[in-house]
């Protein structure tokens, strides 16, 4: 029923069980500072615990166990010897006996020296914590008052000074309301500012209300110091003197790891952008500096395995994104053909397919133009919280490890600061990598991650065995095998026109307009939309998904709530956009709508001068006008045609050109215009048949 050691709780005081004797217990009282042991009977115990007087509680003293005092501190040698010192009274099964327990002691006491006093402290320690050798430990723990606020008096606490003259402040309640006006207005923000600089400040305001107090005897900077430790927890200055945008991102504890949210390969893809830390030339002049160039990265979280990338200068968009994402769901063999890598197969790089989720930033991947990822493919779609990097701590450590293969030995590559040392050159001015050698770089990167890349610190799951070899590669194949949540298989072809952004189509006799520029097909042309007609009823809010590199051809969605779409290609008014892309018609585009505004601007003020002139022109005809009210309105109006005669035969005899007589010049080289010899056809061409060539459509 009860057991040695077991604390028990009764009216209030808490007794622990010594030793049993016969139908006794031995206990004593855990919280007096006086008394030694004493028995009582079990059936009592029994009684009181039938009637909720008696309970067992918690050992206040059960972190005794967990101590262990190094060898030869001093911590052990108090302790080794104040057990040598009650070692036979602990030891004799009559310890609870005052006689026996007395004669003990006395003995004790005769042969070592020691006082009485001192071996029944010990004795009621030893029998209050547990009757174990570390009850006998001393509390130093408990010295000092370590982080306790000590009592103020008239005089300076503290070391007296050596040096510095003055016996220096008292740190009454008053300083210590002006140390926290300092602390929470100076030192508690994140703007960075320094304890001496709170100090400072302090000693302003302390000035002010004591202006005849001596430099010296001002609170230092020490006690300012001391008093911020004390008050302010470490956890609680390092909140207040970060943002908390850098707070959640790099200061605060990490509790779970990536690999903690995955089932296997493919079961999510992390997606992020960054600027590379180097400038490129152009591929066609190399003497052209053309920037820094736009890297995106996806990774698989289970094997770190680079699933695809793109290397360009498009901003970080969706626009971007696709063709990262593009990449990664796709067979990337002829893409490293494409850039020299004969060699590399499908069992060198095998993710292709869907994945189960995407994390991506908010606005790359956020909005209408993923819902057919999510609707077609059931690809679900994680956007990271703003400003929070770490949330993506698999891509986002991915692009340190890329740029270090090539940072050391390119040139061009950024420098912390553009200044130029002595004899040095502008980094910006010594790039000679072109794009595509980059790109380059970057596949032959990308392999050499997936296959050789150790992973020093991936944290292991409990069934992955000891000789696996920590290659994303190999976690790749192993995974495959032993894990669920692998890729699913899908259409090359839906996928990229599933990833290919979507924008509003409009829809006019002239074709189907995107950006401003008109395509067809001949789906649309029997649909009859093109038709010019009033009956004809032409559909609204159409979408269609278009390549940014390329504005020959959109695909149109003509359903809504479907994935059928028709492939349109440029109409002959939208010609000029032949072999562009859609980046060229934007700009194209805008330079035109500039152009267009400056001419209206033009053809306004034009259009003003030509109505005042139109005006005043007509203001002087009437000014001139005779008066006709001696001919009746009927004479007038007979007199027309008379009038209008004789008006045609003053307008004959005017010449509007009669050409001036020049010198002799070389006469003309005649063509013959039928037989004879003709090398080339100076006939004007016949559009007839390409005018009429769609009557039958």
């Given at each position: 029923?009860?057991?040695?050691?077991?604390?028990?709780?009764?009216?209030?005081?808490?007794?622990?069980?010594?030793?049993?004797?016969?139908?006794?217990?031995?206990?004593?009282?855990?919280?007096?500072?006086?008394?030694?042991?004493?028995t009582v009977l079990v059936n009592e115990l029994l009684e009181l615990i039938d009637s909720e007087a008696l309970s067992r509680v918690a050992d206040p003293f059960e972190e005794l166990a967990f101590m262990a005092p190094e060898q030869g501190s001093v911590l052990q040698k108090k302790r080794d010897k104040n057990y040598e010192l009650i070692k036979p009274i602990v030891e004799n099964s009559k310890f609870y006996l005052p006689k026996v327990r007395s004669a003990l002691i006395q003995e004790i006491v005769s042969k070592t020296g020691t006082i009485k006093k001192t071996m029944y402290h010990l004795l009621r320690r030893y029998w209050q914590?547990?009757?174990?050798?570390?009850?006998?430990?001393?509390?130093?723990?408990?010295?000092?008052?370590?982080?306790?606020?000590?009592?103020?008096?008239?005089?300076?606490?503290?070391?007296?000074?050596?040096?510095?003259?003055?016996?220096?402040?008292?740190?009454?309640?008053?300083?210590?309301?002006?140390?926290?006006?300092?602390?929470?207005?100076?030192?508690?923000?994140?703007?960075?500012?320094?304890?001496?600089?709170?100090h400072r400040k302090f000693a302003g305001m302390y000035k002010n209300y004591f202006p005849e107090v001596l430099e010296s005897e001002i609170p230092t900077k020490r006690q300012l110091q001391y008093f911020y430790k004390r008050e302010y927890s470490q956890v609680e200055r390092l909140k207040k003197r970060t943002s908390t945008i850098e707070y959640t991102k790099d200061v605060r504890p990490l509790k779970g790891t990536a690999?903690?949210?995955?089932?296997?390969?493919?079961?999510r893809f992390e997606i992020d952008a960054t600027i590379a830390d180097i400038y490129l030339v152009?591929?066609?002049?190399?003497?052209?500096?053309?920037?820094?160039?736009?890297?995106?990265?996806?990774?698989?979280?289970?094997?770190?395995?680079?699933?695809?990338?793109?290397?360009?200068?498009?901003?970080?968009?969706?626009?971007a994104a696709m063709q990262a994402l593009a990449t990664a769901m796709t067979d990337k063999v002829q893409l490293c053909k494409q850039y020299g890598f004969e060699d590399v197969t499908y069992e060198d790089w095998p993710i292709v397919g869907v994945p189960n989720a995407i994390l991506a930033d908010r606005g790359e991947l956020l909005g209408h133009q993923v819902e057919s990822l999510e609707r077609s493919f059931s690809i679900r779609i994680e956007n990271a919280p703003p400003f929070r990097g770490d949330a993506k701590g698999i891509v986002e450590r991915?692009?340190?490890?890329?740029?270090?293969?090539f940072k050391p030995f390119a040139p061009g590559v950024v420098e912390k600061t553009l200044i130029k040392k002595r004899g040095g050159k502008d980094y910006r001015l010594v790039a000679k990598l072109p794009v595509s050698?980059?790109?380059?770089?970057?596949?032959?990167?990308?392999?050499?991650?997936?296959?050789?890349?150790?992973?020093?610190?991936?944290?292991?799951?409990?069934?992955?065995?000891a000789d696996l070899e920590m290659t994303p590669l190999s976690l790749w194949n192993w995974g495959i095998?032993?894990?669920?949540?692998?890729?699913?298989?899908?259409?090359?072809?839906?996928?990229r026109i599933s990833l290919l952004p979507r924008a509003k189509a409009t829809v006019s006799e002239l074709g189907i307009s995107v950006f401003g520029v008109y395509y067809t097909s001949s789906e649309i042309m029997k649909s009859g939309w093109l038709h010019r007609s009033k009956d004809i009823r032409r559909p609204v809010g159409l979408q269609a998904a278009y390549d940014p590199a390329s504005a020959d051809h959109i695909y149109l969605f003509p359903y809504k709530g479907k994935n059928d779409y028709w492939v349109c290609t440029l109409t002959d008014r939208s010609r000029e956009f032949q072999g562009s892309s859609f980046w060229d018609v934007w700009q194209v585009k805008d330079a035109q709508k500039k152009s267009k505004a400056k001419t209206k601007l033009k053809a306004e003020e034009q259009k003003r001068l030509h109505e005042e002139f139109v005006a005043k022109t007509i203001k002087e005809a009437e000014r001139k006008f005779p008066d006709t009210s001696h001919i009746s309105n009927a004479e007038r109006i007979r007199g027309i045609q008379g009038n209008k005669a004789q008006e045609k035969e003053s307008e004959r005899g005017i010449t509007f050109y009669k050409p001036e007589k020049t010198g002799k010049g070389e006469p003309a080289k005649v063509l013959p215009l039928n037989g004879g010899p003709q090398e080339e056809d100076y006939s004007y061409p016949d559009y007839t048949e390409e005018l009429f060539d769609d009557e039958d459509i």
């Open positions: 029923m009860f057991r040695i050691n077991e604390v028990l709780k009764y009216e209030d005081q808490k007794y622990r069980v010594l030793e049993f004797v016969g139908n006794q217990i031995v206990w004593i009282n855990i919280e007096k500072s006086s008394g030694m042991p004493s914590r547990g009757q174990t050798p570390n009850a006998l430990l001393p509390d130093y723990k408990n010295s000092g008052g370590k982080g306790k606020k000590r009592k103020v008096s008239d005089k300076k606490l503290g070391r007296p000074r050596k040096y510095m003259p003055g016996v220096g402040g008292v740190v009454d309640k008053h300083v210590e309301r002006l140390f926290r006006i300092a602390i929470d207005r100076y030192l508690l923000k994140d703007s960075g500012v320094s304890l001496p600089y709170a690999n903690s949210n995955v089932l296997g390969p493919g079961s152009s591929d066609n002049d190399r003497g052209n500096i053309v920037g820094r160039p736009v890297i995106y990265m996806v990774i698989d979280v289970f094997s770190r395995m680079v699933a695809g990338f793109y290397v360009g200068f498009e901003s970080p968009s969706y626009a991915s692009f340190k490890t890329i740029q270090a293969d050698e980059f790109k380059k770089i970057i596949l032959s990167s990308s392999l050499y991650h997936n296959k050789f890349h150790l992973l020093r610190k991936y944290d292991r799951d409990v069934d992955m065995p095998q032993n894990r669920t949540g692998r890729l699913r298989a899908a259409s090359e072809e839906a996928l």
